[in-house]
């Protein structure tokens, strides 16, 4: 049984003219880690918030959430608390905005589990003091506030609290974003390290795909609230074959890349010569808006490779020829072989 499987998820908020999520199916097993990718805008983090039914005011939702083998979308407001007290926990993007300046680390800490009133005082305390040393703190944080931590030790702090109630299911909403690259790689590092100390799958959302390159077991590409592409991270980034997903692998900065002789008038200091990384592509145009209906595949007026069957048909995700675990959502995947046509 897999930690959570998302089926047919379907999530509509008011005043919008399509689903936000569309369709989506997502799984994520014991111990391994899951890669949810794609741009701003695309859905990712409605559906991480969605496995703690975390949804806007005014939203409906239709599908399945299965976390541990319980659908979270049908539970009892006593039994939702206990899913995010105990079942599975979230790491927000931004520490600051997530812990109360006005109270101390330990407070923040113990809270759910002195309210669950299944832990006494103390024994919350021994709980937080073990979860700080966890994440390479001490336990005099647990008297310190807020606004005496680094940002590093916020997140640390985060992390800490997702473990306070032994989760079967991390969800890890962009835990790396504001954090300077030195502490993004220690926070990785600890979170990986952590995963295999406790034995819990990992949802880790992001934007960053080659921090989804190097740190996760299988990957989901997401665009206009649906899956364009999953399959095994090391599969997907070498040859991907949704257009969507080669096009933001040819966007992504590499050290190894061409470069180009922009001539005598380069700016200076670009380097010897004269000569500069060559240009990054870009995706033309932009994601579709929610005050419109999509026909057909959403990618299409952005992509090189659509014809008149895209604008009509929304295509089905189906494996990829040879490989059951790779599934592509495209009309003509048949076409995209290691990355977008120069």
């Known amino acids: ?26 799984t994520v097993a014991a111990e391994e880690t899951v890669a949810l990718v794609g741009e701003s805008g695309s859905g990712k983090t409605l559906t991480s918030r969605s496995v703690l039914r975390l949804l806007p005011k005014g939203a409906t939702a239709q599908g399945s959430v299965l976390v541990e083998g319980e659908d979270v979308l049908a539970m009892t407001p006593a039994r939702l608390r206990r ?7 979230m790491i927000f993007q931004d520490p600051r905005a997530a812990i109360n300046p006005l109270r101390r680390i330990g407070d923040f800490l113990t809270e759910s589990l002195r309210l669950d009133g ?14 700080l040393e966890a994440v390479g703190l001490t336990g005099g944080v ?48 600890l979170l990986g390290d952590l995963q295999r100390r406790f034995g819990t799958g990992l949802l880790f959302v992001t934007h960053d795909l080659g921090l989804a390159a190097a740190i996760s077991d299988r990957v989901y590409v997401m665009y206009a609230g649906q899956i ?32 180009s002789d922009l ?16 240009r990054l592509a870009a995706i033309e145009g932009q ?33 990829v020829a040879g490989d059951p675990v790779h599934r592509v959502a495209c009309h003509h995947s048949d076409q ?5 046509p120069r």
């Open 336 to 340: 995209v072989a290691g990355g977008e």
């Open 118 to 131: 299944g832990t006494d005082a103390a024994d919350a305390d021994r709980r937080a003091g073990s979860m």
């Open 1 to 26: 049984m897999n930690t959570l499987d998302i089926q047919q998820l379907r999530l509509r908020l008011p005043g919008t003219a399509r689903p936000v999520l569309d369709g989506v199916d997502l």
């Open 263 to 278: 001539g005598p008038d380069a700016p200076r200091g670009s380097g010897s010569g004269g000569r500069f990384a060559a």
């Open 142 to 189: 647990l008297r310190q506030y807020p606004d005496r931590l680094s940002g590093g030790m916020l997140q640390r702090v985060m992390i800490a609290a997702a473990l306070m109630g032994d989760p079967a299911l991390i969800l890890a909403d962009e835990p790396t974003t504001a954090l300077d690259v030195t502490t993004q790689a220690e926070v990785v590092a």
């Open 83 to 89: 899913l995010r007290t105990h079942t599975a926990a």
């Open 228 to 259: 364009a592409e999953t399959g095994p991270a090391d599969t997907l980034f070498n040859r991907p074959r949704h257009p969507y997903t080669a096009a933001l692998l040819a966007s992504t900065p590499r050290l190894d890349a061409p470069r």
């Open 287 to 319: 994601p579709p808006s929610l005050r419109e209906a999509l026909a057909g595949c959403p990618f299409a007026p952005r992509c090189r490779y659509a014809t008149a069957v895209c604008t009509e048909e929304l295509p089905e995700q189906l494996p």
